[in-house]
């Protein structure tokens, strides 16, 4: 089944290519306010045709071998094809009418409940099992929050679930890597269509669903000792620690954390100057250099995986400074012009 990211990939671009001609009543419209990056109204929902892709792909697995036989589905629990397809599901409603927080929060917290309850988690015990549920919604929401400049979310869905598989195949998990490559490439037929400047947006009908399998492939790996538990936590890293941070700054400040805003540290650096494509490139070598990270971390001792945990909280305070002197330098261009 080598021939299935490359299909996937092929259904996920010619998918995104047909939602993104004018007209298409599949797919919603992302109009440019004081809160997004874009400046001209954007077809999004091109993850519809990710989903769809990876929902191409499991058939054929289904149809090519026999139910019961190792590799006969994309996921290793029908479960998960369902919380999949729930999270799809409402995200896309949500992209053509705005629906309740409550209402989203619900089927996130069904869509967890599917994952837990399938044997996936990061540990037993009732704590564990807790922390698997929250964690399970959080990817679901952080994702969709990242998700909010051209090539972002795509690339960080690429390169992750590349190096997902890369860690699967090293660990002996022939399965996993296989699927967790189909991904990668569903994601890249969608980048296409994406990379800045992008002509659609994933839009919440694959931001979310991408969130949902960040954690579900991240618990799968670790239930089936590919690798251990934070070679996914430094995979995706530019996404939880952006969002995470900036959720807690929120919290702290007392704003409504369901609103939308433009306070994420790559909405600020591409506001300050850097527009979309240099922020994403630069966000692409983050990714890179976390996913290197995460490889070089399985195969290390536990010496030195300790100095490449701290190297890369280095590499975010590096960033982080980064950002505040960019930040800077905008500012105190601004205020030239606004003297001279």
């Known amino acids: 089944m080598i021939l299935l990211p490359p299909a996937a990939l092929l259904i996920a671009a010619l998918g995104t290519a047909w939602l993104a001609r004018p007209g298409n009543r599949f797919a919603a419209t992302a109009l440019p306010d004081a809160r997004s990056l874009h400046e001209r109204a954007t077809p999004s929902g091109g993850g519809l045709a990710v989903v769809a892709a990876l929902l191409a792909a499991d058939l054929l697995l289904r149809w090519v071998i026999p139910t019961g036989e190792p590799g006969s589905a994309l996921l290793p629990h029908p479960n998960l094809l369902a919380a999949l397809f729930l999270v799809a599901a409402i995200s896309w409603a949500d992209d053509r009418r705005p629906l309740a ?46 998700d909010g400049m051209d090539g972002f979310a795509g690339g960080m869905a690429v390169i992750g679930f590349g190096a997902l598989a890369w860690l699967g195949l090293a ?36 931001a979310a669903p991408l969130g949902l399998l960040a954690a579900v492939f991240s618990f799968w790996g670790i239930r089936d000792g590919l690798f251990a538990a934070p070679a996914p936590l430094l995979i995706f890293a530019p996404f939880w620690v ?83 002197r960019v930040e800077r330098a905008k500012k105190e261009m601004n205020s030239g012009a606004a003297a001279s």
Request: hydrophobic share 55%.
């Open 171 to 206: 660990g002996g998990g022939d399965d996993f890597a296989l699927a967790a490559l189909t991904v990668a490439g569903a994601f890249a037929g969608f980048l296409a269509w994406n990379f800045p400047p992008a002509r659609i947006f994933l839009g919440d009908a694959g």
């Open 242 to 324: 952006d969002a995470t941070l900036t959720l807690l700054r929120r919290l702290l400040r007392r704003e409504k954390i369901w609103q939308a805003h433009c306070s994420h540290a790559y909405q600020r650096l591409a506001r300050a100057g850097w527009g979309h494509r240099k922020t994403t490139l630069a966000e692409y070598a983050l990714m890179l250099l976390c996913a290197g990270a995460a490889v070089l971390y399985q195969r290390s001792g536990s010496g030195p995986r300790l100095g490449i945990l701290a190297g890369a909280a280095l590499v975010f305070l590096l960033a982080w400074l980064l950002l505040r």
């Open 101 to 146: 927080p409550g209402l989203r929060l619900l089927v996130h917290a069904g869509a967890a409940f599917l994952v837990t309850s399938a044997d996936l988690t990061i540990g037993g015990g009732f704590l564990l099992e807790a922390a698997s549920f929250v964690l399970v919604i959080w990817s679901i929401n952080l994702f969709n929050f990242m």
